[in-house]
Nanobody, 122 residues
Framework: QVQPAESGGGLVQAGGSLRLSCAAP????????MGWFRQAPGKEREFVAR????????YYADSVKGRFTISRDNSRHTMYLQMNSLKPEDTAVYYC???????????????WGQGTQVTVSS
């Protein structure tokens, strides 16, 4: 029943920044891959970024590369997504996700957060 919990979404003007946080139970998600997906209205859920437990293997979708930075602080049981140079097309509900293997993360993460809305105005 445990799940990660996102926060930090909001309304921002194009070119602005937001920092999303995902709080996850330290024990439950130990050694897990964690990352972010997003879903815009009427569109399929898409991968945004993910990072390994050691926080040294970030990976980004091409659409956000160079603008977003994913990181995690396991001592604080929190993962972050720093979003800079936001564009209107970044508007979506952002979901925190976790899986105990890269394969599982890529295909179907076991744990999902409730989502946090990010809206970027032009």
């Amino acid at each position: 029943q445990v799940q990660p919990a996102e926060s930090g979404g909001g309304l921002v003007q194009a070119g602005g920044s937001l920092r999303l946080s995902c709080a996850a139970p330290a024990q439950t998600f130990r050694n897990y891959y964690m990352g972010w997906f997003r879903q815009a209205p009427g569109k399929e859920r898409e991968f945004v970024a993910r990072v390994n437990w050691e926080n040294d293997r970030p990976y980004y979708a091409d659409s956000v590369k160079g603008r977003f930075t994913i990181s995690r602080d396991n001592s604080r049981h929190t993962m972050y997504l720093q979003m800079n140079s936001l564009k209107p097309e970044d508007t979506a509900v952002y979901y925190c996700a976790a899986a105990n293997s890269l394969v599982d993360f890529a295909t179907s993460p076991i744990y999902w957060g409730q989502g946090t809305q990010v809206t970027v105005s032009s």
